[in-house]
């Protein structure tokens, strides 16, 4: 299962503010998103500029790998709201991040050149993660999913709203598009 996620406007915010602000903010965000991706079992493979590349059931087996990613995007979220509430309180520029997550299989491991290899994800899985967070644009959405996210994930522990198929830049394929939201809580039943 692999996550990407990318900050709004971030080329705009780079031009408006001095480079060592906008790396004390990358910092403080990068330390925030590490920290609960690895809480959830996951290991951030890449950072690309103010992007990140997160995976779950790679190098470790791990058979709730989807859900894990599901409750890791759920929570970074709800992290990069409060990360921007102290922004705003402190001053200094939000970071609006979009999400994007899909499942499926992918070649792992080290690759590039003989000197310089790194350890990644490669095929069509990583393709449609890219394009999903890409896709929030289009839709107005924080997260979108895949369907095969959703199938794995189950609907009872949370809630995918369904936005119909749409066309990812370079794919063949239309792929079914999901907004994950939080599951709203249900009040206990009276006695």
């Given at each position: 299962t692999v996550l990407?996620?990318?900050?709004?406007?971030?080329?705009?915010?780079?031009?408006?503010?001095?480079?060592?602000?906008?790396?004390?903010?990358?910092?403080?965000?990068?330390?925030?998103?590490?920290?609960?991706?690895?809480?959830?079992?996951?290991?951030?493979?890449?950072?690309?500029?103010?992007?990140?590349?997160?995976?779950?059931?790679?190098?470790?087996?791990?058979?709730?790998?989807?859900?894990?990613?599901?409750?890791?995007?759920?929570?970074?979220?709800?992290?990069?709201?409060?990360?921007?509430a102290g922004n705003r309180a402190a001053g200094r520029p939000e970071l609006a991040t979009r999400f994007g997550l899909h499942t499926g299989i992918a070649v792992v491991g080290s690759v590039g050149a003989s000197t310089r290899r790194q350890y990644t994800a490669i095929g069509d899985t990583i393709n449609v993660a890219s394009r999903l967070e890409g896709m929030n644009k289009e839709f107005g959405t924080t997260v979108l999913t895949s369907e095969a996210v959703r199938a794995a994930a189950g609907d009872e522990a949370f809630a995918f709203r369904p936005l119909?198929?749409?066309?990812?830049?370079?794919?063949?394929?239309?792929?079914?598009?999901?907004e994950l939201l939080a599951k709203p809580e249900t009040p206990d039943a009276a006695p």
């Open positions: 990407f996620t990318d900050i709004r406007d971030f080329t705009t915010l780079s031009e408006q503010h001095a480079p060592e602000e906008v790396v004390a903010l990358l910092s403080d965000y990068f330390e925030l998103l590490n920290r609960i991706v690895e809480a959830h079992d996951g290991v951030i493979v890449q950072y690309l500029g103010d992007a990140v590349c997160a995976m779950w059931n790679a190098p470790e087996s791990n058979p709730d790998h989807v859900a894990d990613a599901c409750r890791c995007t759920l929570a970074l979220v709800a992290a990069v709201d409060a990360l921007n119909g198929s749409a066309r990812a830049k370079g794919r063949a394929a239309e792929i079914a598009v999901y």
